[in-house]
């Protein structure tokens, strides 16, 4: 496989892992950057557009919830996510739980366009942390 097919390949992984599909993109970077280390600054942004983007297709499939009320032990957790804002997407790469702060954030209407900013910096953050562990 080439680099070019390997980059796609990694921007498809990252993509699906953030939606509420299964997947390990950090896997796919991982063999990326193993068979193609000078890859590094052109697998990063590509493994953060990727998992931003599926993180962002969640939060539109929360937006398109219907507002209707939910469990008390479940309001308990989406009331923590509006006091705390966008900036809880931070741990939007945390596996189990950042699929659903994706879903409620949409679902609770919070900003796009801030959503996506700190998603991109949290799911950056950890590709970076795995880039440079590798090497």
């Given at each position: ?12 992984s ?19 950057l193993?068979?193609?280390p ?9 493994a953060?557009?990727g998992?931003t ?41 945390v ?29 950056f953050?950890?590709?970076w ?7």
């Open positions: 496989m080439t680099d070019t097919a390997s980059l796609i390949s990694l921007f498809i990252s993509f699906l892992a953030a939606t509420l599909l299964p997947g390990g993109s950090e896997a796919a970077l991982f063999a990326v193993k068979a193609y000078e890859t590094l600054w052109v697998a990063l942004p590509i953060t557009i998992n983007l599926g993180g962002m297709v969640t939060f539109g499939m929360g937006w398109l919830l219907p507002q209707t009320h939910i469990q008390t032990q479940q309001l308990k957790h989406v009331e923590k996510l509006r006091i705390h804002g966008t900036p809880a997407l931070l741990l939007a790469w596996p189990l739980i950042g699929d659903a702060l994706c879903l409620a954030a949409g679902w609770l209407r919070l900003n796009w366009w801030k959503a996506a900013l700190f998603m991109a910096l949290g799911k953050a950890r590709y942390v795995i880039a440079f562990a590798i090497a």
